[in-house]
């Protein structure tokens, strides 16, 4: 934890997806105060005609971005977290940062387990340990 899963209505590079992955760990790190061995990201392709949402009664394609993470952060880190994954987005794979959704999944230290326990819950303290 955290885990970011990204889902994209398109394919993308290898390269692509090592750009947007280093991006959102590093966004994720500095933005949410915690190491940059914390976060976990997944990149699904769904391809063509499967990601889409209803706009103005046409299909458009969205990126579906979903942000598990442990709670104790205030919802400006992450609001910018967001702003700064959409921008990643628009900037690796030139898609409409309008067309970017991020949802944020809170999660208690004693929900999510790591290397034989459960995780700590998050301190401010992470921001500077390694």
Request: aromatic residues 8%; glycine residues 4%.
């Amino acid at each position: 934890m955290p885990y970011i899963n990204v889902n994209l209505p398109i394919k993308i590079s290898a390269n692509q997806k090592t750009q947007l992955a280093h991006e959102i760990i590093s966004a994720y790190s500095e933005i949410m105060q915690t190491q940059r061995w914390r976060p976990n990201i997944g990149i699904s392709e769904f391809g063509e005609g499967n990601l889409v949402h209803l706009a103005e009664e046409v299909l458009e394609p969205i990126i579906m971005v979903l942000v598990e993470y442990r709670r104790g952060r205030p919802n400006e880190l992450r609001l910018e977290l967001a702003r700064r994954i959409a921008k990643a987005c628009h900037q690796i794979l030139n898609f409409p940062e309008k067309n970017v959704f991020v949802e944020f999944t809170p999660h208690d230290g004693n929900e999510m387990y790591r290397n034989g326990d459960w995780v700590a819950e998050w301190s401010p303290s992470e921001a500077t340990a390694d």
